[in-house]
């Protein structure tokens, strides 16, 4: 175990061992050493030359040991940077907290280097080609399954779609996978977003598109639900790649969130399930920074878009 030294100590470990060895008289010394007698009886009652914590014995933090704990396992289950850490924080642990608080909370359970807590196996991967960016309008779609609880007849389906350049994000709960339920939270999705969509970025399903096939593309029948209201509204149905899921990976990195709240909650019923994932989604889009963004929230970078080109939204509003 290495020796604790305080970089301004005045004695050395050599000084400091001879001080607890010698059997001399503590005038004698301190004289010979040049340092004050409660120096010298200090160094003699020690059982070695190793300076004590200068941590204060009862820490004054607003976190309680709890809430600590589950601050330090979201950012070891996560892996989220400070400011995003500090948000989530903040809504469901404890609102009082601050951004040093915090920080200094993680220093102590030596969890505040992010790096380090990646696994190793995710370094050295040829980097991800990312996609362009763009003015807000591109709206990435996906859906997830939710697991089945015990007062449902069948599973449930979270439709999720995220705005390419601001990461506005507008989730729905429905039955099934199907293109009416797609058709469905397309048009949720339309009147719900504050900027005008005019392309959508979907997979391939059929809950999607009748476009694809496993030989490769065909020409659209223009006779499938989702397509029919995208012609509707005049907005360019995109499709994926089939194979790399790297194209609607802002979408598939929501749901990795989302996936970790399923696998982290046991849920007592469908209400239950459908409660906690409004509350995790609520503070998403007006608190949540993201770093794509410059460390600021969806909500945030909806603002700067708007002062900057206000002709790309279908809401009037100064202020969010």
């Known amino acids: 175990m290495p020796l604790r030294l305080h970089k301004n100590a005045c004695t050395t470990p050599a000084i400091r061992r001879e001080l607890r060895e010698s059997a001399r008289p503590t005038a004698e010394r301190a004289r010979r ?18 300076d004590r914590s200068h941590c204060p014995k009862r820490l004054h933090t607003t976190l309680s040991p709890a809430q600590e704990a589950v601050g330090v396992a979201l950012r070891q289950t996560l892996l989220l940077p400070l400011d995003d850490l500090l948000a989530v924080v903040r809504e469901f642990v404890n609102a009082e907290v ?29 980097p991800v080609k990312t996609c362009k960016d763009s003015v807000p309008g591109f709206v990435h779609v996906d859906i997830t399954s939710l697991p089945q609880r015990s007062d449902e007849p069948q599973h449930h389906s ?11 994000v507008c989730v729905a709960i429905l039955p099934e996978t199907s293109a009416a339920c797609a058709q469905g939270f397309l048009g949720h ?9 005019t392309q959508v970025l979907t997979g391939n399903g059929k809950a999607f598109t009748d476009r694809f096939c496993a030989t490769g593309e065909r020409e659209p029948t223009g006779r499938h639900a989702f397509d029919r209201t995208c012609a509707q509204h005049a907005l360019e149905h995109r499709l994926i790649k089939p194979r790399p899921p790297q194209t609607n990976g802002r979408v598939d990195r929501f749901n990795g969130r ?3 709240v399923l696998a982290t909650t046991r849920f007592r019923s469908g209400e239950h399930l459908a409660d906690t994932l409004t509350r995790y989604v609520n503070p998403y889009n007006p608190h949540i920074p993201q770093r794509a963004l410059g460390h600021i929230s969806p909500l945030q970078a909806l ?10 939204f279908q809401l009037k509003f100064h202020r969010f």
Do not use: M
């Open 98 to 126: 601050s951004r040093s608080g915090l920080d200094h909370c993680l220093r102590r359970q030596e969890v505040s280097d992010l790096a380090a807590l990646i696994p190793q196996k995710a370094i050295g991967k040829t």
């Open 303 to 312: 603002q700067q878009w708007y002062e900057k080109e206000p002709q790309l």
């Open 33 to 50: 050493s040049h340092l004050s007698k409660p120096r010298v009886r200090t160094w003699r009652g020690r059982e070695n030359g190793a």
């Open 158 to 168: 979270l439709f999720v779609g995220i705005d390419r350049a601001t990461r506005w």
């Open 189 to 197: 999705r339309l009147a719900a977003a504050p900027v005008k969509v």
């Open 258 to 260: 989302i996936a970790e």
